[in-house]
Each structure stands twice: as structure tokens, then as C-alpha cells.
């Protein structure tokens, strides 16, 4: 059975440029988690999405926004980047809203921006 | 002040020694807990998870959570090298809209 999957493995960008990163969860799966990890400081919270909704959201500015398709795939969008931006890009699903705290994360997708 | 707290490390022991890690946090709403592996390179992948107070045992891992103190602990035994990785812990709360808090992860080495 297929992991979850994230491309591009890597991007580069220019500053106020826009970044698209997307994910397909597991099989079965209906939530989708972004987390953002930076250097040095762990894995921040981005967004989550269940059923096509978006259930929560970190404490970013909305140039972060993103979607989740009627097949549970999602996409991250970054718009007008930012130097800080640069960070590792992970996606991680789970079988739903009754969700425990075990995700299953992909690999990632490493932005950096320039 | 971060709701979980988490020495970054990097932490480096010998193989074989018995390892501990810790992370405190201040929402005392968090019911599970857990922790997190992520080798070089990868996506973190679920370790150990425990649902409120108490102890959990899985091989050479234990999880322990002291919720009156709101500080959870792994302990690795018989340490190897192939557990040097960044270990992370993570927490919710008891709703099923509760987002997953995660702590900024321990770097851990193990000298052979």
C-alpha cells in the first residue's frame, strides 16, 4: 500500500513568487495535515483539512492557504514568499476526525527560497 | 511561552546506555500524547502514543506521562545506533477538532 506522497520533492523560488505543493494521503484517509519545519524549530502547525474542509488552522498569515480535492489529495499554496519561508514542507494523513494523533507523514517538500 | 517545550540537544550517548528524553508543556487540556522518530532526511513516524497519565511499554521504549507535572518522558534501553535520529514529542487535546502540537524534536546520537 502507498505512503503518503508529496511533490515536488524540491522547489526554488525567488522572493514574492509563488509556491504549489501538493500531497496525496493514504488510501482511505480523509484528513490532511500541513506542517511547516523549519530549522531549528520543530514542526509548526499549518493546516488541516477533512472531507474537503479546512478544521483548523496555525497561526500563519493567509498568504498561506490551501485545498483539499473531492479525491483527498490537497495542495499548499504560498503566496508573495518570503525569505523565511524557506523550510521543509510536510504532509501527513489519517483515517479521520476521530484521529488519535498517529499520522502518517510523506517524505516532504523542501521550498527555498532566494 | 510555547505550549510544549523540548531540549533540542543534540544529545550523544554510548550504545548500549539508556537513554531519556522529555518535553513539558502548559495546556493542561492535552489527553495524548506522543512521540515521534524522524531519521535524516525523512518524515517523522509514530513511535510510541499513550491517551492521558500513566506508563506504556513497547520493546526497549517506555513512554511515561505525569500530567500533574505536564512532563511526558521516553526512555530508550540498550540504546543502538541505528536509534540516532531527531525524536519528537506530540500532543492533543480531547476534541476531534483539536489540532496536533508538536515539540521542536531532540537530535539523538548514538556512539557505537
Known amino acids: 500500500e502507498a505512503g503518503v506522497t508529496q511533490s515536488p520533492t524540491h522547489l526554488i523560488k525567488t522572493r514574492g513568487q509563488q509556491a504549489t505543493l501538493r500531497c496525496s494521503p493514504i488510501?482511505?484517509?480523509?484528513?490532511v495535515y500541513w506542517y511547516q519545519q523549519a530549522l531549528g524549530l520543530g514542526l509548526q502547525f499549518l493546516l488541516w483539512?477533512?472531507?474537503?474542509?479546512?478544521?483548523n488552522r496555525g497561526n500563519f498569515p493567509p498568504r498561506f492557504s490551501g485545498r483539499q480535492f473531492p479525491n483527498y489529495s490537497s495542495e499548499l499554496n504560498v503566496n508573495a514568499l518570503e525569505l523565511e519561508d524557506s523550510a521543509l514542507y510536510l504532509c501527513?494523513?489519517?483515517?479521520?476526525?476521530?484521529?488519535?494523533?498517529?499520522?502518517?507523514f510523506g517524505e516532504g517538500s523542501r521550498l527555498t527560497v532566494l | 511561552q510555547k505550549e510544549v517545550e523540548q531540549d533540542p540537544g543534540p544529545l550523544s550517548v554510548p550504545e548500549g546506555a539508556i537513554v531519556s528524553l522529555n518535553c513539558t508543556y502548559s495546556?493542561?487540556?492535552?489527553?495524548?500524547f506522543m512521540w515521534y522518530r524522524q531519521y535524516s532526511r525523512k518524515g517523522p513516524e509514530l513511535l510510541m502514543y499513550?491517551?492521558?497519565?500513566g506508563n506504556k511499554e513497547d520493546g526497549r521504549f517506555t513512554a511515561q506521562v505525569d500530567k500533574s507535572s505536564k512532563y511526558i518522558s521516553l526512555f530508550i534501553r540498550d540504546s543502538q545506533p541505528s536509534d540516532s535520529a531527531t525524536y519528537l514529542c506530540?500532543?492533543?487535546?480531547?476534541?476531534?477538532?483539536?489540532?496536533?502540537?508538536f515539540g521542536s524534536g531532540t537530535r539523538l546520537s548514538i556512539r557505537p
Open positions: 501527513a494523513s489519517s483515517p479521520g476526525l476521530l484521529n488519535t494523533g498517529e499520522l502518517f
Open positions: 488510501s482511505g484517509h480523509t484528513s
Open positions: 483539512y477533512d472531507e474537503g474542509e479546512e478544521r
Open positions: 495546556n493542561s487540556a492535552f489527553q495524548y
Open positions: 499513550t491517551y492521558s497519565s
Open positions: 506530540a500532543m492533543k487535546e480531547n476534541s476531534s477538532a483539536s489540532k496536533i502540537i
